[in-house]
């Protein structure tokens, strides 16, 4: 198996600008769980879905932040228009939830640079 | 609501001795506890976790913890330590309820020392 998968791994843009993170889940893992990483906070979870529907997105911290997942393979992060504030490291985690567990596997990260 | 709690943002240890990196969690309902490691530049991976049954869980790399439900408590120990083992240590906990999302500690950075 392949792992989470995200991409870009590394993202440069400038303030204003829309960003869109991507994310492929480990096949048959149907919760999706978007993170996000600072250094003044830690990790935050910003959204999850089970079974392609957002169930909590409490930790989105603005409307500019959006994320849908269109299928149980694929998810996006959209952040439009971007700022500097936003810089940090975005990871992906998927789960299987099978009862009793609630074990995350996490993606390798999209490190994000507002200018 | 939950909260995590690792009081040690930086741990220096000498390689070769033991090593425990203390979280300490609350939350009103029952809970799963996990332990991450990342390293350098890469995504977290699963160390160990406790769901249920033995308090004491082993988990990868010769880590292991001990869940105390009296103090709240989920400390993860290695009795020797080497260099590789040199990362970034999340507690976390989740609701025992349901699938959500997992609430971190702000980290441990385990400093291996040579």
């Known amino acids: 198996d392949a792992g989470v998968i995200q991409s870009p791994r590394h993202e440069v843009t400038e303030m204003g600008q829309e960003v869109t993170l991507r994310c492929k889940p480990i096949s048959g893992h149907n919760s999706l769980f978007w993170y996000r990483q600072t250094m003044m906070r830690g990790l935050e979870l910003l959204i999850y879905f089970n079974n392609n529907v957002p169930i909590d997105d409490s930790g989105m911290p603005e409307d500019r932040f959006s994320a849908k997942m269109p299928n149980a393979s694929f998810s996006t992060l959209k952040i439009q228009p971007s700022e500097p504030r936003d810089s940090a490291v975005y990871f992906c985690?998927?789960?299987?939830?099978?009862?009793?567990?609630?074990?995350?596997?996490f993606g390798p990260g999209t490190r994000l640079t507002v200018l | 609501a939950q909260s995590v709690t690792q009081l040690d943002s930086q741990v220096p240890v000498f390689e070769e001795a033991p090593v425990e990196l203390r979280c300490n969690y609350s939350s009103s309902v029952s809970v799963y506890l996990f332990w991450y490691v990342q390293y350098p530049n890469q995504g977290l991976q699963l160390l160990l976790k406790y769901l249920s049954g033995s308090t004491l869980v082993k988990g990868i790399n010769g880590f292991e913890a001990e869940f105390n439900k009296s103090q709240t408590s989920f400390h993860l120990r290695k009795p020797s330590v080497h260099i590789s083992d040199t990362a970034e240590y999340f507690c976390a906990v989740s609701d025992r309820g349901g699938a959500d999302g997992l609430t971190f500690g702000k980290g441990t950075h385990l400093i291996i020392q040579p």
């Open positions: 985690a998927s789960n299987p939830r099978v009862a009793g567990t609630n074990e995350q596997f």
